[in-house]
């Protein structure tokens, strides 16, 4: 089975950076769309954001928008959420997802993706 490894999460004070990965060796990142959720503790899970492979074209989420950036890394067969500015807000597991034809941040069901990783925590404190 394919299974995707997120990496990358921590412990950041407000204000701070986070960059995470997503990869997976079974398959090549650039022939599938590449989406990030995640779960606060207590709450449904929600998209973050999602790159297609058709076009490059990046969604985010409003909570998100103007402080994340999707984008790929080809050479690394990865896709990676930099993370500015976050937030308490921001504290949750993140998940990422491959899937051939879904790009849908609003569909935070990971398991109606092809493929989907364990996650990594993301702590933010103010």
Request: net charge negative.
């Amino acid at each position: 089975d394919v299974q995707l490894v997120e990496s990358g999460g921590g412990l950041v004070q407000a204000g701070g950076v986070l960059t995470l990965s997503c990869a997976a060796s079974e398959i090549d990142f650039d022939e599938f769309h590449i989406g990030w959720f995640r779960q606060a503790p207590g709450k449904e899970r929600e998209g973050v954001a999602c790159i297609n492979s058709d076009d490059g074209t990046t969604t985010y989420t409003d909570p998100v928008k103007g402080r994340f950036t999707i984008s790929r890394n080809t050479a690394k067969n990865a896709v990676s959420l930099q993370m500015n500015g976050l937030l308490p807000e921001d504290t949750a597991v993140y998940y990422c997802t491959a899937d051939a034809l879904l790009c849908d941040v609003t569909d935070p069901d990971i398991e109606d993706y092809d493929f989907w990783g364990q996650g990594t925590q993301v702590t933010v404190y103010s």
